[in-house]
RNA sequence: GUGGCCGUAGCUCAGCUCGGUGAGAGCGCCUGGUUGUGGUCCAGGAGGUCGCGGGUUCGAAUCCCGUCGGCCACCCCA
């Protein structure tokens, strides 16, 4: 037996559990457009050096999470794990920043792990990047956008975590102080924990299994520069003056290599799963020059929409029709097509049945599909009229046939 | 990659411990309850290789082994 399924880690997304996520894209999409973010369209899979070097080879998604394939061609291709890395190769590619670039996305991204609840192997990203600026305002913007996206969604009860992870040239000292610190407690340490103690030890902060350990540990936010340390202050005040809460999160680290200075995530506090953060972002002012472009800072966010779905819990279907066709006699259903066609191509949103059926039938279908109104051509259409009823309340009356476009609208 | 739980109608599941009367329920779906009226009610109906393979047995959805798949957790992150 042969039968097809998903593949693993992957989900199928039909009508009416994808109503959901049309309204989803559609606040992401209208939210660019007040925010002033332009679409992008990007390859699903890039080079795999361009998540190899950017997102850094230290991270979990590069050590084992990459899906790589050699293509026909001989060349190592992966399917993106995330945006940012191949929004900033195609803009290096395009010729660089000269002043800002505000950019969005929404699409799947992709990484091999062992799927759980909010985890798969492809789940689905809304992106903004606001690249060519360093000023804290552009930090302050890009919070509040994934702000309100998730305001707007309905996921109110929101926490937002905050750190500042500080500079490169910061985190010499600081590089020191927590291997010390580490080294100091080596045999309590996980064995991804000890590994990491030389290639990258802050990342040992994030770890669950090390939490104890590393409870009392130095962090980055007691080690900022004086650039960093004012910028972070002014992206909080900026947060401040918009009325944005947030908690300050000093062992907040976030999972890619390139982050500098800001990172936050956003947690819902009502909703209890293993993976509850369902965005989050940062400053990335040195991937540029690592993906072998000029200098040009950028502070960018991700969106999780299956999570956030998730965290919304069930949500109702609201497939809406404007109006349901019932064609009364067989005969009648040509011209009920007809009236179907002319309806929709005056922009109303209307529907009717694939064949003859018992008028009782066409009703209790005209009733799922969430219609608000049930148009009946039948006798009355001889006479130029149609018998509207409002599904809701009951009501029938006849209308006249050159009327019903206005009376749906109504 | 590691661990736990689970795979019976389209969906949610009961039955499995103590193998054996014709494989079930609810929801959903279809038809009907008089002429062209839904969401309630009543009646009838369609629909199942009991994940797959092997073993034990006179006999297995029920016991044993294997395998595939799903869910959740660890890890990590969106």
Redesign the pocket.
Known sequence: ?T?F?????T?DILPPDSDWWRRAYRVFDDLCEQFGYGMTLLPLFEDTDVFARGVGGD???VE??MYTFTDKGGRSVTLRP?ATASMVRALIQSGGVQTRFKGAFWGP?F?Y????????RQ?Y?GDIEYIGTSSPEADVEVIEFGWRYLQRMGLTDVELRLNSIGDAEDRADYRREIQAFLHERFDAL?P??QRRIDSNPM?VL??????DVVADAPVPVDHLGEEAGEHFADVRTGLDNLDIPYVIDARL????DYYNRTVW??VPRTY??????????GRYDGLFEILGGKPTPGVGL???I??IGLALGAHEATPALDGFI?A??DGDRSAARKLTSELRSAGLRVDMTDRP?????Q??????SGAAA?I?V????DAGMV?V??????E?QEVAVEEIEAWLRS
Do not use: C, H
């Open positions: 037996m039968t399924r998903a593949p693993k880690g989900e991270t979990e998604v084992k999470q995330e991204m990484r792990e062992r799927p759980q609840k909010g985890r798969n789940f990203q996980s991804d924990a990342r994030d770890s669950k299994a090390d939490r680290v976030r999972g890619l995530e956003y209890d799963a293993a993976q509850s953060s369902v965005g989050g972002g991700a969106l999780g299956d999570r019932i009364a006699r059926r018992p008028v009782k039938a009703f209790k279908e005209a009733d799922r049930a009946v039948g006798e009355e259409w018998s009823k409002q599904l809701e309340t009951g029938q």
